[in-house]
């Protein structure tokens, strides 16, 4: 199964740009890349996710790369709200395979 | 809008006693089901999932068993529980297509003394 990479922590300042880079060597043509944050005590919360394009929502932005081995989770202004621990993934058919994910500090 | 109910939302067991933990999702159909556990700073841990009642696929060899009696529901079970069956337990779903994000309940924190 592909495997993601992730740094353990990021730190952050209140209302700047964060982004989070996630490496994924292995990847398959024909997996997803998927993001997923965890606040301390509840489920994983879904915030985005691509093939091969650039993508947007209104949570986050994803820039993959050109040969599809990392990519970037924009936070385009990060609040408090934002500190959670950040996980990427790769989908492959049902499964998430899951890393540790980036636990993301955001200093007021 | 879509929901999804699991409970309890804590749970202190002794060591060889039963187990129940059930989930359910509202507001849709057919959905993807699955049964996921947590240690403390570490990622998530497919435990089974399941595409329709009475197809479930289990993804670790443990004490564990899962059963889908309604479309709708996913139960995770255990004979006797052990020590390391602590940890926290999510429940997720999804539509039935394979690029489609899973959607979490709130977590059973299960504690086993």
């Known amino acids: 199964d592909a495997k993601t990479t992730q740094p353990n922590s990021m730190e952050s300042n209140e209302e700047e740009p964060v982004h989070l880079p996630c490496n994924h060597s292995?990847?398959?043509?024909?997996?997803?890349i998927h993001w997923y944050r965890q606040l301390p005590s509840q489920g994983p919360e879904y915030v985005i996710h691509?093939?091969?394009?650039?993508v947007n929502n209104r949570m986050a932005s994803l820039a993959i790369a050109e040969d599809r081995k990392s990519s970037t989770l924009i936070l385009h202004r990060a609040t408090l709200r934002d500190a959670a621990v950040y996980y990427c993934?790769?989908?492959?058919?049902?499964?998430?395979?899951w890393g540790a994910g980036t636990k993301l500090i955001i200093k007021p | 809008s879509q929901t999804i109910h699991q409970w309890p939302a804590t749970l202190v067991q002794p060591v060889g006693s039963p187990l129940s933990l059930e989930c359910t999702v509202e507001?849709?159909?057919?959905?993807?089901l699955y049964w996921y556990r947590q240690a403390a700073g570490r990622g998530l841990q497919l435990l089974f999932y399941?595409?329709?009642?009475?197809?479930i696929s289990s993804e670790v060899p443990q004490n564990l068993s899962a059963s889908r009696p309604q479309d709708r529901q996913f139960i995770l079970s255990s004979k006797k529980l052990l020590l390391s069956d602590s940890g926290f337990y999510l429940c997720?779903?999804?539509?039935?297509?394979?690029?489609?994000?899973?959607?979490f309940g709130d977590g059973t924190r299960l504690s086993i003394l």
């Open positions: 507001g849709t159909s057919n959905p993807n």
């Open positions: 691509g093939l091969t394009s650039n």
């Open positions: 399941s595409i329709g009642i009475d197809q």
């Open positions: 997720a779903w999804n539509q039935p297509y394979s690029n489609q994000p899973q959607h």
């Open positions: 993934i790769l989908r492959s058919n049902y499964q998430l395979i």
């Open positions: 292995t990847i398959s043509g024909t997996d997803y």
